[in-house]
């Protein structure tokens, strides 16, 4: 390099280290008066030395105050200040707010979106605090999608609701939400015989849940029928149809009421016994018609009674109609002893005389005598035989008889026969 070359080269090393420096650096004024001074004179290289010495410890000054000065203000320029905000140590300089510098990642933190009291469509469902439990979840709800009572209809038949019975709910102990009472049904069933019980059902986010069933016995074709459903919250009554013995497959005779009572404990409606409802049958709702009765020998004769329910609902006669015979004047002559059977009829079974229940079906008695006098035997001509059935007033004429002797009636029993 010729000392022109060196001279120019220091020069513009020295300028431009001086303009990176502030104006306050207290260098910067003598730098560029020594780089303005420098010549590179052939006769001057001697000079150079001792011109180049301070030059550079310049330089190395120039350098130091640059890193101090310069250094944090060329980092700012070339990219967002990442520094964190000096905080004031005196209370008259306010703190700058989180707004005026980079926000911290606590303060950029979305808050949690507001409940809403039910289950998103992306989070597992939860169980709601009873707080929470909507009241009426059960308006709108899908019978073909509730779990309903295992068994109850035939296989090829579906559950549904019925018209016979108005769904209720009910608010018990224990309990975020009311339960839904569902009285249910087999669709497709043309008879009576099928059971119609009441499904009792709780909220739960999941859906709801079947919490028990009501006056059903799993695996009874001819289960109860409920007809009325009563009482408030956990004491309920319920009025249910029933089958006897004698019952075809198409009628329940029998009438009950029932009490549930709601145990907080078991979480489910505890039965009572059921009470017998069935209602005495009266004389205006019975028609009697009889029919006369002579054994094969000849000697014994009777009248075979039969009872129908004239009334929309089963009523029951149990025990021993009134049997009498009075004289054309209508003054007593004897009264008919009671007896469980005899040579026309009556009751042959063990036990006492059963309640039978009147209901499509009838029920019967047979009253007879003997048309003979023996030794010993009670006997009265031209007798009129008079009944009336069992629990009644209603008394009935059956026309005078030749001879009436040893006279006896037998209890009420099932069917037309007067044979139970």
Same mark, same amino acid.
């Given at each position: 390099?010729?000392?022109?070359?060196?001279?120019?080269?220091?020069?513009?090393?020295?300028?431009?280290?001086?303009?990176?420096?502030?104006?306050?650096?207290?260098?910067?004024?003598?730098?560029?008066?020594?780089?303005?001074?420098?010549?590179?004179?052939?006769?001057?290289?001697?000079?150079?030395?001792?011109?180049?010495?301070?030059?550079?410890?310049?330089?190395?000054?120039?350098?130091?105050?640059?890193?101090?000065?310069?250094?944090?203000?060329?980092?700012?320029?070339?990219?967002?200040?990442?520094?964190?905000?000096?905080?004031?140590?005196?209370?008259?300089?306010?703190?700058?707010?989180?707004?005026?510098?980079?926000?911290?990642?606590?303060?950029?933190?979305?808050?949690?979106?507001?409940?809403?009291?039910?289950?998103?469509?992306?989070?597992?469902?939860?169980?709601?605090?009873?707080?929470?439990?909507?009241?009426?979840?059960?308006?709108?709800?899908?019978?073909?999608?509730?779990?309903?009572?295992?068994?109850?209809?035939?296989?090829?038949?579906?559950?549904?609701?019925?018209?016979?019975?108005?769904?209720?709910?009910?608010?018990?102990?224990?309990?975020?939400?009311?339960?839904?009472?569902?009285?249910?049904?087999?669709? *497709?069933?043309?008879?009576?015989?099928?059971?119609?019980?009441?499904?009792?059902?709780?909220?739960? =986010?999941?859906?709801?849940?079947?919490?028990?069933?009501?006056?059903?016995?799993?695996?009874?074709?001819?289960?109860?029928?409920?007809?009325?459903?009563?009482?408030?919250?956990?004491?309920?009554?319920?009025?249910?149809?029933?089958?006897?013995?004698?019952?075809?497959? #198409?009628?329940?005779?029998?009438?009950?009421?029932?009490?549930?009572?709601?145990?907080?404990?078991?979480?489910?409606?505890?039965? *009572?016994?059921?009470?017998? /409802?069935?209602?005495? #049958?009266?004389?205006?709702?019975?028609?009697?018609?009889?029919?006369?009765?002579? @054994?094969?020998?000849?000697?014994?004769?009777?009248?075979?009674?039969?009872?129908?329910?004239?009334?929309?609902? =089963?009523?029951?006669?149990?025990?021993?109609?009134?049997?009498?015979?009075?004289?054309?004047?209508?003054?007593?002559?004897?009264?008919?002893?009671?007896?469980?059977?005899?040579?026309?009829?009556?009751?042959?079974?063990?036990? @006492?005389?059963?309640?039978?229940?009147?209901?499509?079906?009838?029920?019967?008695?047979?009253?007879?005598?003997?048309?003979?006098?023996?030794?010993?035997?009670? #006997?009265? @001509?031209?007798? /009129?035989?008079?009944?009336?059935?069992?629990?009644?007033?209603?008394?009935?004429?059956?026309?005078?008889?030749?001879?009436? #002797?040893?006279?006896?009636?037998?209890?009420?029993?099932?069917?037309?026969?007067?044979? *139970?």
């Amino acid at each position: 390099m010729t000392p022109d070359e060196l001279d120019t080269a220091v020069r513009e090393e020295l300028r431009a280290q001086a303009r990176l420096a502030p104006a306050s650096a207290p260098v910067k004024a003598h730098v560029l008066q020594a780089a303005r001074a420098l010549t590179m004179e052939d006769k001057h290289v001697g000079g150079l030395r001792a011109w180049l010495v301070p030059m550079l410890a310049a330089a190395a000054v120039l350098l130091v105050t640059l890193g101090v000065t310069a250094g944090p203000k060329l980092l700012r320029s070339d990219g967002p200040d990442r520094t964190p905000p000096a905080v004031s140590s005196t209370s008259d300089s306010p703190t700058p707010s989180a707004s005026a510098t980079s926000p911290s990642p606590s303060s950029t933190a979305k808050p949690p979106p507001a409940s809403t009291g039910a289950a998103s469509a992306d989070a597992a469902p939860n169980p709601a605090p009873s707080s929470t439990a909507p009241q009426d979840w059960y308006r709108n709800l899908d019978v073909n999608a509730l779990p309903h009572t295992p068994g109850l209809c035939p296989e090829v038949l579906t559950i549904g609701t019925t018209d016979r019975l108005t769904a209720r709910a009910v608010s018990v102990p224990g309990e975020p939400a009311p339960l839904w009472l569902l009285p249910v049904t087999c669709n *497709g069933m043309t008879n009576a015989s099928h059971p119609l019980p009441i499904e009792v059902f709780r909220y739960s =986010p999941d859906g709801p849940r079947l919490v028990q069933t009501l006056a059903y016995e799993p695996g009874d074709r001819r289960s109860i029928m409920v007809t009325a459903i009563n009482g408030e919250g956990q004491n309920l009554v319920l009025a249910e149809k029933g089958y006897s013995p004698n019952d075809a497959l #198409c009628c329940r005779s029998l009438r009950f009421s029932q009490d549930y009572t709601w145990s907080t404990a078991r979480s489910r409606f505890v039965a *009572g016994p059921q009470v017998d /409802t069935l209602l005495q #049958c009266t004389g205006d709702q019975l028609t009697v018609t009889s029919t006369p009765l002579t @054994s094969q020998s000849g000697d014994a004769r009777g009248m075979l009674l039969t009872y129908v329910n004239d009334g929309k609902e =089963p009523c029951t006669l149990t025990g021993y109609p009134g049997a009498a015979i009075v004289d054309a004047a209508g003054q007593p002559l004897a009264d008919a002893a009671r007896t469980p059977a005899g040579a026309l009829g009556g009751y042959t079974s063990e036990g @006492s005389a059963p309640r039978v229940v009147l209901y499509n079906r009838p029920g019967s008695a047979v009253i007879e005598w003997v048309a003979a006098q023996h030794g010993g035997s009670r #006997c009265h @001509s031209e007798a /009129t035989l008079l009944s009336t059935p069992p629990g009644t007033t209603a008394t009935r004429s059956y026309g005078a008889q030749p001879l009436v #002797c040893d006279l006896q009636v037998h209890p009420v029993v099932f069917d037309g026969d007067g044979k *139970g």
